[in-house]
């Protein structure tokens, strides 16, 4: 996710690193230590002998659909398809019954419709654009490219575990959807968890990745108290798990070096009435992390690290 754009404002970055948190306190150590062989060798450091935790089986990459060619550009933006929307569940496994939302951030087509992505919705705080375009590397690489690659990885890997997944957007619709369909996708599915995949845009030299955790909102539509909770028990076991499978260390430029931030500007987050989180995998315009989020193995730990994390969360 780019912090240029409007339903992303940057918290200011900290000069001071805090302790880690609680819940990745024993991960991390370990983590950092395949950070410093990856920021020698140039390769993600990565455990995939995950710990005691619940994991999910590894799988073949996805391949990710192309952008839509339709050309109508509707006042508002348009519903979810049924396969933007719905997928089938696997027969059996431990997550049977359990429904699970991924939210790949923004969408291929945004850019060829300003007017429709820049027009403002409630977030229930204020108003914000309906979506942005995302960031990208340097080499043109798109964080909508990269978010629905993940998305599709990590379907599979869910589906395996028997749950039901929903994406709100396949790349199969010419924009959006807006920040508020996004949550409304999550809340009528009646979603167990819900987890919106972006990549950053920040400067060069900023590395590693964070969750993102919706803060106490109760203001016009937005009320999250509700969620805040579950919300952090869902981010703590993302992050977690992230650290473990991919050996990507936190944030070094926000979260006081433990991973998690907690925001109330997203209306993604705001409008939520089930548990919710985002996660920046890394930061697109830095060359060492941008060499990850390129690379299709990276990816696919990264998919398995947020769908363990998932997995986890959902079993308790």
């Not at 990507?248 to 939520?272: C, E, F, I, Q, W």
Request: proline letters at 7%; aromatic letters at 4%; one cysteine or more.
């Amino acid at each position: 996710m780019s912090y240029v754009g409007p339903d992303f404002e940057p918290p200011q970055p900290r000069r001071r690193r805090g302790p880690l948190t609680v819940a990745l306190a024993a991960l991390v150590p370990g983590a950092l230590l395949g950070w410093l062989v990856y920021e020698t060798v140039g390769g993600p450091g990565g455990d995939d002998g995950a710990s005691g935790q619940a994991s999910v089986r590894s799988s073949s990459p996805a391949a990710s659909s192309a952008p839509s060619d339709d050309a109508k550009e509707p006042s508002a933006s348009p519903k979810p398809t049924a396969t933007a929307s719905a997928s089938a569940p696997a027969a059996s496994g431990p997550l049977k019954g359990k429904v699970v939302v991924i939210d790949p951030g923004h969408n291929p087509g945004n850019f060829q419709h300003a007017s429709d992505i820049n027009r403002k919705v409630d977030i229930g705080t204020n108003s914000k654009e309906c979506d942005t375009t995302g960031t990208s590397t340097n080499d043109g690489y798109t964080e909508a490219k990269f978010t629905l690659d993940v998305a599709h990885r990590m379907r599979t890997l869910l589906q395996e575990q028997g749950a039901t997944v929903k994406l709100t957007q396949d790349g199969d619709r010419p924009f959006g959807p807006c920040v508020d369909e996004r949550a409304r996708i999550g809340n009528q599915a009646k979603a167990d968890a819900v987890v919106s995949i972006h990549a950053d845009g920040s400067g060069a030299g900023n590395r590693g990745f964070h969750v993102i955790l919706p803060g106490a909102v109760h203001a016009g539509a937005a009320d999250t108290r509700a969620i805040v909770g579950p919300s952090r028990d869902l981010g703590e076991r993302v992050a977690g798990r992230f650290v473990a499978v991919t050996g990507s260390a936190p944030s070094n430029y926000v979260g006081d070096g433990g991973g998690l931030v907690t925001r109330k500007d997203l209306g993604g987050l705001n409008l939520s009435t089930v548990p919710k989180v985002f996660i920046e995998c890394g930061n697109m315009r830095d060359s060492k992390d941008a060499a990850l989020l390129t690379s299709g193995a990276w990816r696919q730990k990264a998919a398995q690290g947020i769908s363990e994390g998932i997995v986890s969360f959902l079993r308790g």
